[in-house]
């Protein structure tokens, strides 16, 4: 079973950046991150596929956070911005990145990202 860890979460001022990283034990091929604020659903940020040709972004991040294999670089961030951040990762090759959490097999255990305004 592959463990995720995920890293760099904290509090940062409206503005700020911030990037998070995830560390895999094992083999691992797409990867995403999903977040979830107090009282509100997970919700799916990005994506990236298994050789980083396919990326994928929620609306609300778009032009604001990239993601690449290793990191998720958040930029202009905002109050709204606050939540658990969740690492996740395939066991497939999947061609193009997913927003869908169903298609991710293993999770990390989250980070929690505070932006005060």
């Known amino acids: 079973q592959v463990q995720l860890v995920e890293s760099g979460g904290g509090l940062v001022q409206a503005g700020g950046s911030l990037r998070l990283a995830c560390a895999a034990s094992g083999r691992t091929f797409g990867m995403g991150w999903f977040r979830q604020a107090l009282g509100k659903e997970r919700e799916f940020v990005a994506g990236?596929?298994w050789i980083g040709t396919s990326t994928l972004y929620a609306d609300s991040v778009k032009g604001r956070f990239t993601i690449s294999r290793e990191y998720l670089q958040m930029n202009n961030l905002k109050p709204e911005d606050t939540a658990v951040y969740y690492c996740?990762?395939?066991?497939?090759?999947?061609?193009?990145?997913?927003?869908?959490?169903?298609?991710?097999?293993?999770w990390g255990q989250g980070t929690q990202v505070t932006v005060s305004s």
């Open positions: 990236i596929n």
């Open positions: 996740a990762a395939t066991n497939l090759r999947y061609s193009r990145a997913s927003a869908r959490a169903q298609n991710y097999d293993y």
